[in-house]
């Protein structure tokens, strides 16, 4: 079958709600990662392409009040080591091998052409019906179905399609350049956070790691907003953006015991490694963030399962809190669309 360039979806709407500055920092009450032997931010874990222009490093105001060092990156949004997709099947006899995943909160599934002609009964809901008479996949097909349908209100005659989207599609024609600021050391902050910030972080490919789609608002339209197997998709807000951690890109394996390779860094700076399983994961003590200390790296995250539709559950340390200083495109209203959360 085709190959499709990319995309689908939805995006993850970003507001900035924390303000950044503090005049005076008292003294704060966090303290820096302690680990000997903390990961820090370093721009050679990335992949070349992955970073457009210089990394500008600067003083900076965390969400706790630390006054820090700050590196400010801009990404390219496109994935430096693959390109995107297949996302959907195109008929309903389409195998796995040619079509992405879908993921939910509750599983995580081959995006068969089986999954889509079977999805009345998984969702128990008579009123999917995604393929037409011949079996073929109703699957967004052109940029006005796309910008229709890859968001969470979505138009009502795009419902019962398979959304997917690519480059092309979005309104600049180009992937979606984004700027984030990371606190070059992390600094641990008094307790766990949501990260006001947009994103969970970004991955060493240089794109954004977005937070949950928005399941049952896809759902609720009879979409789905499907997954490529790296667990990335196109919205007309980030562009082509990760929901799940599925080993794809460029990783740094330490090959530690019990480990698993690097992928990312959340916006507070800590590292963030593909998922742990079986006995690994019960042996590493996770925290409620899905972080542990360990000699050698420090403090990081291990991703969820990509079944979880989340990335990260929370964030342990201080991150930049701001909306100008994070950039990116305008956050208005996709074109046509109303304001709302993004996918
Ligand atoms: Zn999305
Ligand atoms: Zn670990």
Not at 41 to 55: K, L, M, Q, R, S
Not at 242 to 267: K, R, S, V
Request: glycine share 12%; hydrophobic share 35%; net charge negative.
């Amino acid at each position: 079958m085709n190959h499709r360039p990319a995309a689908v979806a939805v995006a993850c709407l970003i507001l900035f709600v924390a303000g950044c500055g503090s005049s005076e920092s008292s003294s704060p009450t966090t303290t820096t990662a302690a680990e000997t032997s903390q990961h820090t931010f370093e721009v050679d874990h990335f992949a070349e392409g992955a970073i457009v222009g210089d990394v500008a490093t600067a003083e900076c105001t965390l969400s706790g009040e630390t006054i820090t060092t700050c590196s400010t990156v801009t990404i390219s949004g496109a994935p430096a080591t693959y390109s995107p997709g297949p996302f959907c099947p195109d008929t309903i006899t389409t195998t796995a091998d040619d079509a992405g995943i879908w993921f939910d909160g509750n599983g995580t599934y081959d995006l068969t052409g089986e999954f889509i002609k079977n999805l009345a009964t998984f969702y128990n809901d008579d009123q999917w019906h995604m393929y037409d008479d011949l079996g073929k996949v109703k699957v967004t097909d052109s940029q006005a179905a796309f910008l229709g349908a890859a968001r969470p209100d979505v138009d009502p005659q795009y419902q019962n399609q398979c959304v997917e989207g690519r480059v092309e599609w979005l309104t600049n024609g180009e992937s979606i350049t984004k700027s984030v600021v990371i606190p070059t050391t992390p600094v641990m902050a008094a307790g766990s956070s949501s990260a006001q910030s947009s994103d969970w972080g970004i991955t060493l490919d240089g794109i954004v790691i977005a937070k949950s789609a928005p399941v049952s608002a896809i759902l609720g339209a009879h979409t789905i907003a499907a997954f490529d197997d790296c667990g990335g998709h196109f919205n007309n807000v980030e562009g082509y953006h990760l929901h799940g951690a599925t080993g794809c890109g460029t990783l740094d394996d330490d090959h530690l015991a019990g480990e698993t390779a690097m992928f990312g860094y959340a916006m507070d700076g800590f590292p963030i490694h593909l998922p742990l399983s079986g006995a690994d994961l019960e042996a590493a003590n996770l925290d409620d963030c899905g972080g542990h200390s360990v000699a050698g790296i420090g403090y990081h995250y291990h991703a969820n399962d990509p079944s979880k539709n989340s990335v990260l559950t929370c964030l342990k340390g201080e991150f930049v809190a701001t909306d100008a200083a994070q950039g990116g495109p305008p956050q208005g209203p996709p074109p046509g669309g109303a304001p709302g959360p993004a996918r």
